[in-house]
């Protein structure tokens, strides 16, 4: 591994400025694909362009796929669509191939298509654009060693030497019938062991894990990490086999997914980049901040209502921090254990029930306890009996109702195909500092008015 450190980053400045291909070509032989992207964010377009065009097609179309998108489309707006079928989209594994072809538009995909001197892959470029990306047919590449069931094991490992030619790696050995529907995976310590069995139907393990390819990336994620498994056959409605998924695949959508919720739940609209323009990011987090200055003037008007009780009981102002942060901090706690179970498909329909009463237990103790400790404190240090009681059955009343609400949501929400992750962030803390609020209000007016 390579240290990309700011002295070597000027030494390869200089020498692409000399020219000196040579010498740029041993330098790229020397990084991983990786690295080579994260030399991209030191070099204008055209020192870029420059490196591109001197790695071997198989790196290049790596170091493409490592870009964040923003930088790829630059880069590719800057290449003739020929150069970019056959140096990049020729070297690409289908589903990266297919990746690619989705951030295009539809004029670009087709010239791109047509240079492409592989009909055969062209063909499942094609095949696999028509998936929904969300599915596990937009996810999955077509490259995988097939052989029937009815080869015998001579056979099936000179055709297995055939197929892997022009693959980079291997990951299972898939089993189909003279329909090519799926019916086994044939395992490498069985070629060892049998090297002449009369049908490979004999010694394959029948009956693999699968997902078909209407199946959503969830419910690939959730197979995948269920039963640990590296690659995942794709079957069609009739059980055909059309196509595999690797895990890399999946942790790419796993990693994207997180990221989407993170920022959903920080109150950011939609998926951004530090690397995005001020214009992109202002309004990507607008939204919410306009949501929560909503939010602040509906708290204002409630507070506007008992300016009379402030006037007599000034000591109720201090509390007001404290019933709307702990409000807030128990209702994102709730909703994001519930969030979680719901993503990794813990949360069951039939658990709703047995959660909900499991979290007002919880919040009973946890109310109990922190209203308890507020009761001591104002006890001993306010002198206010009013007060002092007003305060602690507020922060009792807004705990329990925070933690019910913050369980509730999510579930809703995820019941409504809307994200759930969304109940983790602003819209919680909104809603439970204006409930909070009311709530305390109501109480101290009672008490202490």
Same mark, same amino acid.
């Not at 097609?57 to 020929?82: I, Q, S, T, W």
């Not at 055969?120 to 996810?139: F, N, P, S």
């Given at each position: 591994?390579?240290?990309?450190?700011?002295?070597?980053?000027?030494?390869?400045?200089?020498?692409?400025?000399?020219?000196?291909?040579?010498?740029?070509? =041993?330098?790229? &032989?020397?990084?991983?694909?990786?690295?080579? !992207?994260?030399?991209?964010?030191?070099?204008?377009?055209?020192?870029?362009?420059?490196?591109?065009?001197?790695? /071997?097609?198989?790196?290049?179309?790596?170091?493409?796929?490592?870009?964040?998108?923003?930088?790829? &489309?630059?880069?590719?707006?800057?290449?003739?669509?020929?150069?970019?079928?056959?140096?990049?989209?020729?070297?690409?594994?289908?589903?990266?191939?297919?990746?690619?072809?989705? =951030?295009?538009?539809?004029?670009?995909?087709?010239?791109?298509?047509?240079?492409?001197?592989?009909?055969?892959?062209?063909?499942?470029?094609?095949?696999?654009?028509?998936?929904? =990306?969300?599915?596990?047919?937009?996810?999955?590449?077509?490259?995988?060693?097939?052989?029937?069931?009815? $080869?015998?094991?001579?056979?099936?490992?000179?055709?297995?030497?055939?197929?892997?030619?022009?693959?980079?790696?291997?990951?299972?050995?898939?089993?189909?019938?003279?329909?090519?529907?799926?019916?086994?995976?044939?395992?490498?310590?069985?070629?060892?062991?049998?090297?002449?069995?009369?049908?490979?139907? &004999?010694?394959?393990?029948?009956?693999?894990?699968?997902?078909?390819?209407?199946?959503?990336?969830?419910?690939?994620?959730?197979?995948?990490?269920?039963?640990?498994?590296?690659? *995942?056959?794709?079957? /069609?409605?009739?059980?055909?086999?059309?196509?595999?998924?690797?895990?890399? /695949?999946?942790?790419?959508?796993?990693?994207?997914? &997180?990221?989407?919720?993170?920022?959903?739940?920080?109150?950011?609209?939609?998926?951004?980049?530090?690397?995005?323009?001020?214009?992109?990011?202002?309004? !990507?987090?607008?939204? $919410?901040?306009?949501?929560?200055?909503?939010?602040?003037?509906?708290? %204002?008007?409630?507070?506007?209502?008992?300016?009379?009780?402030?006037?007599?009981?000034?000591?109720? !102002?201090?509390?007001?921090?404290?019933?709307?942060? #702990?409000?807030?901090?128990?209702?994102?706690?709730?909703?994001?254990?519930?969030?979680?179970?719901? !993503?990794?498909?813990?949360?069951?329909?039939?658990?709703?029930?047995?959660?909900? *009463?499991?979290?007002?237990?919880?919040?009973?103790?946890?109310?109990?306890?922190?209203?308890?400790?507020?009761?001591?404190?104002?006890?001993?240090?306010?002198?206010?009996?009013?007060?002092?009681?007003?305060? %602690?059955?507020?922060?009792?009343?807004?705990?329990?109702?925070?933690?019910?609400?913050?369980?509730?949501?999510?579930?809703? *929400? /995820?019941?409504?195909?809307?994200?759930?992750?969304?109940?983790?962030?602003?819209?919680?803390?909104? #809603?439970?500092?204006?409930?909070?609020?009311?709530?305390?209000?109501?109480?101290?007016?009672?008490?202490?008015?």
């Amino acid at each position: 591994m390579i240290e990309l450190t700011k002295e070597y980053i000027d030494n390869l400045k200089d020498i692409i400025t000399e020219k000196d291909d040579a010498k740029i070509k =041993e330098i790229l &032989h020397e990084l991983y694909p990786a690295d080579i !992207a994260e030399l991209y964010q030191e070099l204008d377009l055209q020192e870029a362009i420059y490196l591109y065009l001197l790695m /071997d097609g198989e790196k290049a179309a790596d170091v493409l796929m490592e870009l964040d998108e923003e930088d790829r &489309h630059k880069l590719l707006k800057e290449l003739p669509n020929e150069l970019i079928a056959k140096r990049f989209v020729d070297n690409m594994e289908t589903d990266d191939a297919v990746d690619l072809m989705r =951030e295009l538009d539809e004029d670009t995909q087709e010239e791109i298509l047509s240079h492409i001197e592989d009909v055969e892959q062209a063909g499942d470029i094609v095949d696999l654009l028509k998936y929904d =990306e969300d599915t596990a047919g937009g996810l999955m590449g077509t490259e995988m060693i097939v052989v029937n069931e009815n $080869w015998s094991m001579p056979k099936c490992i000179d055709e297995m030497r055939k197929q892997a030619e022009d693959m980079d790696e291997i990951y299972y050995v898939y089993v189909v019938d003279d329909d090519e529907r799926l019916r086994g995976v044939l395992p490498l310590q069985k070629l060892i062991t049998n090297p002449s069995v009369s049908k490979i139907k &004999h010694v394959m393990k029948k009956d693999p894990i699968s997902v078909r390819d209407s199946d959503s990336i969830e419910e690939v994620t959730e197979t995948i990490e269920k039963y640990d498994l590296v690659a *995942l056959p794709v079957i /069609d409605s009739i059980g055909r086999l059309v196509g595999r998924i690797t895990i890399d /695949d999946v942790m790419d959508e796993v990693r994207e997914q &997180h990221e989407r919720d993170y920022q959903l739940a920080s109150g950011i609209s939609q998926d951004v980049e530090t690397s995005d323009n001020v214009f992109t990011q202002t309004a !990507a987090r607008l939204p $919410w901040l306009l949501i929560g200055m909503i939010g602040g003037i509906g708290n %204002s008007l409630i507070l506007g209502n008992f300016e009379g009780n402030f006037a007599v009981n000034p000591k109720m !102002a201090l509390f007001i921090p404290l019933i709307g942060g #702990t409000g807030g901090n128990v209702g994102i706690q709730s909703s994001a254990i519930v969030v979680q179970g719901l !993503a990794n498909n813990s949360l069951k329909e039939g658990d709703i029930l047995p959660q909900i *009463l499991k979290e007002s237990v919880v919040s009973l103790i946890n109310a109990s306890i922190i209203s308890l400790v507020v009761f001591i404190y104002n006890f001993f240090m306010l002198g206010d009996r009013g007060i002092t009681a007003s305060v %602690s059955l507020s922060l009792f009343a807004v705990v329990m109702f925070a933690s019910i609400f913050g369980t509730l949501v999510p579930m809703t *929400l /995820d019941k409504l195909k809307i994200d759930p992750a969304l109940a983790t962030g602003p819209f919680i803390t909104i #809603t439970n500092d204006i409930i909070g609020m009311m709530i305390y209000m109501f109480i101290t007016s009672a008490l202490a008015g």
